[in-house]
């Protein structure tokens, strides 16, 4: 929980205590700063801790047995302390751009107050001495923890000219921590400094951001603000994009609804947000009624196209367009063992899930009543769990021959006609997967191949 009074004291591990107490004795001032303690302050765990000390990087390089020279150029050393690897900076007065046209060289400082002023937004510009156990906070960190409210430090337009990565940071920030913006800081984006970030940073931020539980808001920011267009403008083209009385949203909110509603995993969320992003180009009207025909598998198309430009890794890809081309699945909770067969035969036994989680999330973010939803999909779930646990066969690496066992029973050679034995063999057993033994298998295979001699035979006549 957030606090109700100032805490006197943060719980700073134990390790970082001591770097901290090795730099004072040396005569060097230390604080922990950053992430760590606002996330403390907000009664979280932090993932990591950063010191801020006015020594520069060679001075703590000789203070300590185990260090990194990770970003020396910058300030930072990584100190080794008790197995953990803690990152010791040295207060600077400006910070690093992020279009990678990094400072040449860094101005080091020996005042607190120049470090937390470069600093972007006053949560993250709090300084605590975990050994006199207070705090530094003049932007007023504290007191915007505790009113949840994202503020720059200093004037947004300024700060957001200077490096804008924060412009993304601060969406990022508000959606994880559930965090207002500052009505200032949310009119002080301008779309158009985006440019100047390069795509794998923004890639970063919106790996961050899209797994955060308050993703409307920032979303919805992103697009008022015209960040959307900039970014990801195939979606901006979903605002407004009617889709008949069984949706309650245009194609954008309702993505945007479906993206919260799924887990919080990178490509669930990414599929979620942009399943319908084909609707726009695919859109009829037929009779009065609406039509999107094709959109998933154009979809898939512009899917693998929008993150291979953001940079995303292909794996990431793969999964993610997967699952855009199959959300329009026909299967239902009553159809017939075979045609679920065929289906997870289709999309493959470790997409089988997501593809329903995604058509549940698809579902839910409609007008349709939660209750039938979560019923038809519990169906649905039980349905796949059954087929999937009679171990049947869903690839052709899962019959009870290979394409050795064909070469040498037949006598021919490996290649495309090897292939599509296989192949047969594979829609036979989905058909009858009692036939899934090797014999009987030899033996279809041997009646395909004979009638494939013959009718080569009658056609050289
Ligand atoms: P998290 O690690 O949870 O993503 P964080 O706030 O710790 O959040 P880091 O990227 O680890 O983020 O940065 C550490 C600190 O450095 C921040 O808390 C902030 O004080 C400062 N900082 C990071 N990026 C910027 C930036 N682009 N401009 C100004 N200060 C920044
Ligand atoms: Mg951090």
Known sequence: MI????????????????????????????????????????????????????????AVEKLFPETIPTGKRFGTITVRESNHLIEVTTFRQDADYSDGRRPDS????????EDLRRRDFTINAIAYDPLEQN???????????????????????ERFREDALRMLRMLRLAAVLEFKIHRTARSSIHSDWIASVSLERIRDELSLLLPAKNLAPSLTLMHESGLLRAILPELADCVGVNQGSRHKWDVFFHSVRAAEIIKPELHLRLAALL???????????????????????????MVTNVLSRLRFSNRLIQKTALLVRHHMFQIQPDSSPKAIRRFIAKVGRDSIYDVLELRRADALAMRIQPRQTHHYFQLLYQRVAEVLAEDHVFTVQDLAVNGYDLMEFLQIPPGPYLGDILDFLFDHVMEDPNDNRRKVLLQIARDYHAAHESSESSTRE
């Open 135 to 157: 705090f530094v906070d003049p932007h007023q960190g504290l007191r915007d923890i505790h009113r949840r409210l994202l503020r720059t430090v200093g004037d947004p337009t």
């Open 106 to 113: 860094v101005r080091y400082s020996n005042d607190i107050h």
């Open 275 to 301: 399943h319908d992003m084909a609707k726009p180009k695919t859109r009829t009207v037929q009779n009065g009624d609406i039509h999107f025909y094709g959109h998933d598998e154009l979809g898939e198309t």
């Open 3 to 58: 606090f109700r009074r100032l805490p006197k004291s943060l719980p700073v591990p134990g390790f970082v205590t001591s770097i901290c107490q090795t730099l004072r004795s040396s005569g060097y001032q230390a604080y922990v700063v950053g992430g760590g303690v606002r996330d403390a302050l907000r009664g979280e765990t932090p993932k990591d801790w950063d010191i801020a000390t006015d020594a520069e990087p060679s």
